[in-house]
């Protein structure tokens, strides 16, 4: 027999009591955190969108499955290793080998239960490939930056950012890719995730609701892209198809012509080309830059810098008296907007001329 000397390391182990009370603090804290927002824009368990509550029901049923699996098996192991624990040294369990209906059952019934959920999630998969017809559909190209949104309306020839315009009750058509690394775009409330890779296109569709007409949805970039990977959000805000219609058209226009403004305004367009502002933005009819937000109709729109401000006068401000400050970028690499060093004065007019642009 041998002799068992204790161990000093497992001497001094913390007592069972306090084990139980720290576990129930943990969940409780877990518990309690998961139930901090109420409105929980971005649930993906509370779908808004026929999509996403297809994508729900599969996610229920296959939940349920799992979790009775999981309870089935954990079970079985805590009675297995309660009631055929070792009771002392020399306590040797009967030595069995194989039981050939236990291990057919086990076999058969996994592969029945993962072929029933592979036919659904097969079948979704398809439903979420296809891409939707029709006249009423929009079309939109979706490109992901560090770290904003801009979305190219294909048909209707105008472009825009961070906020995605689209009419309620009608399918809208995505088409994904990227201008510099991979990012990956997710409104949870309306469908699940796709990636925007460069050089390639991916495709998804959303849809919402006819009677959700005036609402907003948040999403935000599920891939992480770097420095401001988690200030790269995004809006999904809906219109009665009319509303829409009107939409698209003030969006189809070109700014004012620079001759045509007065004041604070012109001197504010003047320094907007002074101090290269148009060499990254484009204001239809005026400046072409590509390398940020298309700014032609930038009070159309209620958020700004990859949908994490308030497009408010204030915020306006201290995001032009150092952008970097407000949000972390890499302008020394070229990603994201650099500090101008703008006097008070110089802000205060490129501000009118950019209320200007509606
Ligand atoms: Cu884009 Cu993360």
Redesign the pocket.
């Known amino acids: 027999m041998v002799m068992r000397t204790p161990n000093p390391e497992t001497q001094h182990r913390t007592s069972p009591w306090i084990r139980a009370r720290l576990s129930a603090v943990a969940v409780g804290l877990a518990l309690f955190t998961a139930a901090c927002s109420e409105k929980q824009p971005q649930n993906a368990l509370d779908p808004e969108g026929p999509i996403a509550k297809r994508l729900d029901d599969l996610i229920n049923p296959v939940f349920v499955v799992a979790a009775i699996v999981f309870v089935l098996v954990q079970g079985l192991i805590i009675v297995a290793a309660i009631k055929f624990r070792r009771r002392s040294d020399d306590d040797n369990p009967k030595q069995v080998h194989g039981n050939v209906k236990l291990e057919i059952a086990w076999s058969i019934g996994p592969a029945v239960l993962l072929t029933v959920i592979g036919v659904f999630t097969l079948s979704n998969l398809f439903f979420l490939d296809r891409q939707a017809k029709g006249a009423e559909v929009v079309n939109v190209k979706v490109i992901?930056h560090?770290?904003w949104w801009e979305y190219e309306y294909t048909d209707l020839g105008f472009t825009t950012a961070n906020e995605l315009h689209v009419p309620a009750g009608a399918a809208v058509n995505i088409t994904l890719t990227s201008a510099d690394?991979?990012?990956?775009f997710w409104p949870p409330k309306l469908t699940g995730k796709v990636y925007?890779i460069p050089g390639r296109l991916n495709h998804m569709v959303i849809e919402t609701r006819a009677e959700d007409a005036g609402k907003t949805y948040w999403g935000?970039?599920?891939?992480?892209?770097?420095l401001s990977?988690?200030n790269?959000r995004l809006k999904v805000v809906t219109h009665a198809p009319a509303e829409f219609a009107q939409w698209a058209r003030d969006q189809a226009e070109a700014a004012a012509p620079i001759s045509e403004l007065t004041g604070e305004v012109a001197a504010g367009a003047e320094l907007f080309r002074a101090k290269g502002c148009g060499g990254c933005h484009t204001v239809e009819g005026f400046t072409a830059g590509k390398v940020g937000p298309d700014l032609t109709h930038l009070q159309s729109r209620k958020v700004f810098a990859g949908a994490i401000f308030d497009l408010t006068e204030a915020n306006l401000r201290r995001w032009l008296r150092d952008p970097p400050k407000e949000k972390p970028m890499m302008p020394n690499d070229g990603i994201g907007m650099p500090n101008l060093n703008l006097t008070e004065d110089e802000i205060t007019k490129l501000i009118a001329y950019l209320d200007s642009l509606k």
């Open positions: 992901g560090q770290w690394v991979i990012h990956n925007a935000q970039c599920a891939e992480y892209c770097g990977h988690a790269m």
